[in-house]
Nanobody, 123 residues
């Protein structure tokens, strides 16, 4: 059992930046791929970024590429999502998710979910 706890969400003005963090419990964080999903109002939950266990491989959804950056610090059992140039349409609940199997493809099997953190972008 792994517990994932997101933090850093909140209200931000369009064009601004926000950094989300996801802290993981357990002794095997460095063996998991980590990803970020988001679910906007009225939309399905979608994968927006992922990073391999070592940090050597990353994935970004086309709509976010160039604005968002995923990173991890295995010594701190933490994965981050740096969000820049935020737009109104980025408003969503953002979820941290761990995978024991992802290795660079767009298919991401989630083994553990966080509860999510709300990001609201205002004009």
């Amino acid at each position: 059992q792994v517990q994932l706890v997101e933090s850093g969400g909140g209200l931000v003005q369009a064009g601004g930046s926000l950094r989300l963090s996801c802290a993981a419990s357990g002794r095997t964080f460095s063996t998991y791929a980590m990803g970020w999903f988001r679910q906007a109002p009225g939309k399905e939950r979608v994968l927006i970024a992922a990073i391999s266990s070592s940090g050597g491989s990353t994935y970004y959804a086309d709509s976010l590429k160039g604005r968002f950056t995923i990173s991890r610090d295995n010594a701190q059992n933490t994965v981050y999502l740096q969000m820049n140039s935020l737009k109104l349409e980025d408003t969503a609940v953002y979820y941290c998710a761990a995978s024991t199997t992802w290795s660079g493809s767009t298919s991401y099997r989630v083994d553990y979910w966080g509860k999510g953190t709300l990001v609201t972008v205002s004009s």
